[in-house]
């Protein structure tokens, strides 16, 4: 067994390289085009939270939360906005436990 480059080319190598490489066809591989349909196996189960924010959305609520955006953006300017750390906490850990329960559900 010779590990390594071969001394002599291959005659298919040889044949690919000149563009006279035989064809998958004539060769006895012939290739399908006709695509089977299978049932769509995926599903999407939206969190409630991912349900409100598209019914505020449905309402129109996207102008109001523009002008807050931009009323909270000019707090920060002026240096009077202040966070609320117990009001952001009590909002990760009620996330946090609306995941852990779509989670243990699921399995």
């Known amino acids: 067994m010779k590990i ?7 005659a298919a190598d040889a044949l690919s390289r000149a563009g006279n490489a035989p064809s998958r066809a004539a060769a006895g591989h012939s290739r399908s085009t006709a695509v089977e ?15 409100n924010l598209v019914a505020e959305g449905a309402q129109g609520e996207q102008t109001v939360r523009a002008q807050k955006v931009e009323d909270v953006k000019a707090a920060i300017r002026e240096g009077r906005f202040s966070v609320n750390a117990h ?18 559900r699921s399995k």
Do not use: C, N
């Open 4 to 10: 390594g480059k071969p001394t002599e080319p291959q």
């Open 37 to 51: 349909k299978t049932a769509p196996v995926d599903a999407v189960h939206l969190s409630p939270a991912s349900r």
């Open 87 to 104: 009001a952001v906490a009590d909002k990760m850990i009620a996330q946090a436990a609306e995941l852990l329960e779509v989670l243990s």
